[in-house]
C-alpha cells in the first residue's frame, strides 16, 4: 500500500546528506503515464517557500511528470538564490527523466529561513533516478518525513484502479493544509480537470479540517497524478469518494502522529445554521490552549469549549447551547447537566460535540491537545 | 498606591470561604461621591457569565455607587439560577449601603458551569461591608486575585487629582479584554461621556492588546468609577493620557504574571498601511504556538514569524518582509540577513519587528512564551 501500488509510476527515497542523521531526505515519483493529468493544492499562507513559488507555476497546465521531495529545508525565505536552488533540482529531475522541467514539481519540509545545500540536493536527485523503482513507494515515504515518528501511506482499491498516497507532517498542522507534503497517485483515467474537482472536495472535508496547533505552514502541498494505466475511467463521484477516504485515512494518520500529542481530539458541531458555522465552530474549539491543556489533564472542561464558541460569528443563542465529551451531555440549555467526573479521558480519543439548535448543518474539525512533549519539541526544533 | 488612594473611595478584601486556602476571596469597591460617573468595557465574548448580563444593564445609566467581586467561580454556565445569585448579591449589596441593586456592578471570576454557593457570598458582603475602609485597596486587589502570585495596583497622579487602579487575571488573556476584572478609580470630575471615551482609547492600546494564550474569558470587565472627591475637573486629553497609563501599566503587571511564562514578547509591527493593520500581524504572531515554544527554548526562530504574518490580510510585500529580534535584523527583504545566533533570548523581555514597509501606522502587541510550566498550570487548573 504505497504511491507504487497503482500502475505507472516509479518511486524512490535516498539519502542525500541533509539530515544529520544520515536518514533518507529525498524522494523522487514519476508519473509514467501513458497520461500525466494533475491537480494540486498549496498553503494559502501569503509568505510562501520557493518550492511553492516555483511549483504554483508547473502546475497551471495540468500536467505534471514528477515529483521530487527533500526533508532538512524548507527552502523558504531564503532569497533569489534559494529559487535558484529549486530551478536547479527541478532542472537535474527534467534532464534525467528526459522530460521539461516545467512538468516537475518540488517540494521541501524543514527550516524556513536556511539555504538548502544545493550541490547535495543535485547528487540527490541522480541518486533518487538511479534508485526508481516500481515498489519505491515505501522508501519514498520514509524520505519525507522530519519529525514524523511514523511513514504515513494509504492504498484505496476501485473497480480495476487504486489510488495510492503518501504524507508527511508531524506539527503545525493547521487549516487550508496542515504542514504537510502529499503525493496521490492513481491509475485511473480521470482528466486534469476532474481531478482537480476531486482533489478540492476531498481537502475540504480532511485536511482542512486538521487544526493540530493553528499554525499554517509555508510549504504545505498537495499533488494527485493520474497516469490512466489501468484504462479504466470511474465516474467523478466514484474517484471523488475513493479520494477523499484517501485524504481522511493520511490525514488520521498525520493527527495521530502530531508533535507530543497524548489525545487525539474530534470536535463536532451539529445542527449548525450552515457548514461553514460548524467549522468555524470547530475551529475556535481546536485553538483553545486552555481546553487543550486541559484536556491533556483529562480534564472535561466544558466551560473552556463554551468560552471559545462565545468568540466566533456562528449563528447561536447563547443561552441555548449543549455540550457534549465523550458522548457525556456535561452542559443542556447552557446549564450543567451530567456531572463531568462521569467522562473518562484516560484514552486517546477524545469527542465533543456541540449542539448549536440553530439548523442542521454539521462538520468535525480534529485537532491535539497541548502537552509538555509539544512545547519540548516545538522549542528544540531548530538548536 | 491603591483604589482608596483618590478621595472618596471605600473598600475591603475578605474572606468568604469561597477559595479552598481560605485565602480573601471578596472584595467590595465603594464610591462615597459626591459624583458617581462611571463606565465600563466587557469582555466581547458572546458567551457571557452572569455577573456580566447583570452588569451590562447596572452600566447602562452611567451610574455605578459599588462594585462587588468575587474570585473562586465564574457564575458562567449555570443557568437561571446562577443569575438569581449574581441579583441576590448585588441586591445584599445596596441593602447595606442603602443604595439601589442597579447601581452596583458584580464581577467573577473562577471555573465556569459551577454554581457560587449563594449564603457565602451573601454573608462575604455582609463581612465586606463591615470591613470597609479608606485604606482598604490592598486587601480588594488580594481577594480578586485566582491564579495570580502577586496583586496588581497602580496609582497615577494628576494635578490635584488621580487615578488608582487594580486588577487580576493571569492566564486565558486575549484580545478585547484578558480574562482579567479591573477596578479603576478617580477623585477627578469627570462626566459619565467623557469616562466612556477615555476608557475605550485607555483600553484600546492596553488591555486589548495583550494576547497571552489567545483564550478570551466570559466574565471581563473593567470599571472605572469617578467620585469628584478632589473638586477638580482635568482636560479629557489629561485625563485620558492618565488612565491610558493606568491601563497600561497594570496590563503590563498582568503581562508579567501570566501563567507559567518564561517570556514577555512585545511584538511591534512597523510601517504598517494602517493601525489595525500592525494590530493584526501583531497579534498572528502573538498567537503562534509554535513561535511562542521556540522563545520558551530562547531559540530566535523568525521563519515562524514570517509564516505567522503569512497567515494575515495585512497590506505588505512577502518578497519585502524585514524581521528584527531584540533588535538584530535577522532578515531583510524577505532573505536572510544577521546571523540568528547573535541573538541572546535568554532575558525575560523580547522583542520582535516587523517592518511591513507599507505605511507609516505602528502597533505594540504583548504576549508570553508556551512553556512547560503554561501547560502544567492549565491542565490542573479545575483538579
Keep these: 500500500m504505497s504511491i507504487t501500488s497503482p500502475r505507472g509510476f516509479r518511486a524512490a527515497g535516498v539519502s542525500a546528506g541533509l539530515k544529520t542523521s544520515g536518514g533518507k531526505d529525498m524522494a523522487l515519483v514519476v508519473n509514467d503515464g501513458p497520461r500525466h493529468d494533475s491537480a494540486t493544492v498549496f498553503t494559502t499562507n501569503r509568505c510562501l517557500a520557493n518550492p511553492v513559488l516555483w511549483s504554483q507555476e508547473v502546475v497551471k497546465d495540468g500536467v505534471v511528470r514528477a515529483v521530487i521531495l527533500n526533508s ?3 527552502n523558504c525565505y531564503t532569497g533569489p538564490e534559494g529559487f535558484q536552488t529549486t530551478h536547479a533540482v527541478a532542472e537535474q529531475v527534467a534532464e534525467r527523466l528526459g522530460i521539461g522541467a516545467i512538468d516537475v514539481v518540488v517540494c521541501s519540509t524543514g527550516l524556513i529561513g536556511l539555504a538548502n545545500p544545493r550541490q547535495a540536493l543535485l547528487d540527490g536527485v ?4 538511479g534508485a526508481l523503482a516500481t515498489d519505491g513507494g515505501s522508501d519514498a515515504a520514509e524520505a519525507i518525513m522530519t519529525t514524523d515518528s511514523v511513514s504515513k501511506q494509504v492504498l484505496v482499491e476501485g473497480a480495476g484502479w487504486s489510488i495510492g498516497g503518501m504524507a508527511k507532517g508531524a506539527g503545525m498542522l493547521a487549516p487550508a493544509l496542515a504542514t504537510m507534503l502529499v503525493v496521490i497517485t492513481t491509475d485511473a483515467v480521470v482528466s486534469a480537470d476532474d481531478l482537480d474537482t476531486a482533489l478540492r472536495a476531498a481537502t475540504r472535508v480532511s485536511f482542512d479540517r486538521l487544526d493540530s496547533d493553528g499554525c499554517m505552514s509555508t510549504n504545505d502541498t498537495v499533488t494527485v497524478m493520474a497516469s490512466g494505466a489501468s484504462g479504466i475511467t470511474p465516474t467523478l463521484a466514484d474517484f471523488t469518494e475513493a479520494l477523499t477516504q484517501a485524504c ?3 490525514a488520521m ?8 500529542a497524548d489525545h487525539e481530539i474530534a470536535i463536532t458541531t451539529i445542527n449548525a445554521a450552515t457548514e461553514d458555522d460548524a467549522v468555524e465552530v470547530g475551529r475556535s474549539v481546536a485553538r483553545s490552549n486552555l481546553f487543550k491543556a486541559a484536556v491533556f489533564g483529562n480534564d472535561p472542561n466544558w466551560g473552556r469549549v463554551l468560552a471559545s464558541v462565545g468568540t466566533t460569528k456562528a449563528a447561536f443563542d447563547p443561552a441555548d447551547l449543549d455540550v457534549a465529551m465523550n458522548g457525556v451531555w456535561v452542559c443542556r440549555s447552557s446549564t450543567p447537566h451530567t456531572d463531568p467526573s462521569e467522562i473518562d479521558l484516560t484514552g486517546r480519543d477524545v469527542t465533543v460535540t456541540i449542539d448549536l439548535k440553530s439548523g442542521s448543518e454539521r462538520a468535525t474539525v480534529w485537532t491535539n ?8 519539541e516545538n522549542s528544540a526544533y531548530s538548536s
Design 248 to 250: 481522511t485515512d493520511l
Design 369 to 376: 491537545d497541548l502537552t509538555h512533549a509539544y512545547v519540548h
Design 126 to 129: 541522480d541518486a533518487a533516478y
Design 253 to 260: 494518520q498525520l493527527l495521530k502522529d502530531a508533535e507530543g
Design 72 to 74: 532538512g529545508g524548507a
